[in-house]
């Protein structure tokens, strides 16, 4: 199993990004998947669900901010970021229940 985080980078307060991450080697249709991230000093904390049947969910943070998605076809799970906050700042890890966790992307909010 492979899932390959991407789309982090250096974004001002109140830009936005988009993180994707690839799966392979699983049936991704079946999966669910979530985001998480971890803030230096911090534990990792959850940032947002999907699950295979398209129901989502969020930190009280991240809500009407953020919108995780998915695409079957592609195998891919997506974050989009809104409304950016230097708070938002972490690595961003992908996870597949049960499965496995994707390398990590930075993710930094400046002020």
């Known amino acids: 199993v492979q899932l390959q985080a991407s789309g982090g980078g250096l974004v001002q307060a109140g830009g936005s990004l988009r993180l994707s991450c690839a799966a392979s080697g699983m049936i991704f249709s079946i999966s669910h998947m979530g985001w998480y991230r971890q803030a230096p000093g911090k534990q990792r904390e959850l940032v947002a669900t999907i699950t295979s049947g398209g129901s989502t969910n969020y930190a009280d943070s991240v809500k009407g901010r953020f919108t995780i998605s998915r695409d079957n076809a592609k195998n891919t799970v997506y974050l989009q970021m809104d409304s950016l906050k230097p708070e938002d700042t972490a690595v961003y890890y992908c996870?597949?229940?049960?499965?496995?966790w994707g390398q990590g992307t930075l993710v930094t909010v400046s002020s």
């Open positions: 996870n597949a229940f049960g499965i496995g």
